[in-house]
């Protein structure tokens, strides 16, 4: 079967570093994604792992080891507009999305 | 704005209605899908179409109804809902086999 683990809650001051974890079993990998959800709207997509190592993009940076079935999103400089929740997803060889529980992360000034 | 809209953002309708949800991608994608958001719980995937032909039912009830007329469009008819069925249903659509998916704003459905 597949599944994914993330932390349910996460709290983070303004302008902080804040890390989430995702770990995974699938029978197949393609790869692994990262998306963004605020109250009330549509997940955005936020990043696309497929090769071990750290992928940048402005705040945001999403990891993976594959060898260890894990990856993790790291946001920097935290804004309160970065209060969502984030969903891992696995892109299996079925070809496609399994998601995470989600991540709830708040931001406090 | 994705490039994905659905339409309507809000339905209230009871058990023995019969409704279509609608998703439309302006992306050139070649693969739709249709999840099931409920409270407290991760995105289901329902239903996957990938160049019109659908290639995933993910165990869902016949109550639930996937159209895809061409590689743009994608309906869900509904009919005889429950009042579990109450969620968010959200359309997303991708190139065939990659890991980004541009989801619309979602269907808030009601069962009364």
């Known amino acids: 079967g597949q599944s994914l683990e993330q932390p349910s809650e996460v709290t983070a001051v303004e302008g902080a570093i804040v890390q989430i974890n995702c770990t995974y079993q699938?029978?197949?990998?393609?790869?692994l994604s990262w998306y963004q959800q605020h109250d009330g709207g549509a997940p955005t997509f936020l990043s696309y792992?497929?090769?071990?190592g750290l992928e940048e993009t402005g705040r945001f940076s999403s990891f993976l080891s594959r060898s260890d079935s894990y990856g993790y999103l790291l946001l920097q400089e935290l804004q309160m507009k970065d209060s969502a929740s984030y969903f891992c997803?696995?892109?299996?060889?079925?070809?496609?999305?399994?998601f995470g529980q989600g991540t709830t992360l708040q931001v406090k000034p | 704005e994705t490039g994905v809209t659905q339409t309507p953002r809000h339905l209230v309708m009871g058990m023995t209605n019969k409704k279509s949800l609608k998703c439309e991608q302006h992306?050139?994608?070649?693969?739709m899908y249709w999840y099931k958001q409920s409270a407290k719980k991760p995105l289901e995937l329902m239903f996957v179409?990938?160049?019109?032909?659908?290639?995933e039912n993910n165990s869902v009830p016949s109550r639930f109804s996937p159209e895809c007329p061409n590689s743009s469009h994608l309906f869900l008819h509904l009919h005889t809902l429950q009042p579990e069925d109450s969620a968010l249903y959200l359309c997303?659509?991708?190139?065939?086999?990659?890991?980004?998916?541009?989801f619309g704003p979602g269907t808030r459905l009601t069962v009364t």
């Open positions: 992306l050139g994608h070649n693969a």
């Open positions: 792992n497929a090769l071990d």
């Open positions: 997303a659509s991708s190139q065939e086999n990659r890991g980004e998916q541009y």
């Open positions: 179409y990938s160049l019109e032909e659908r290639v």
């Open positions: 997803a696995v892109h299996g060889n079925t070809g496609k999305l399994i």
């Open positions: 699938t029978s197949g990998f393609y790869g």
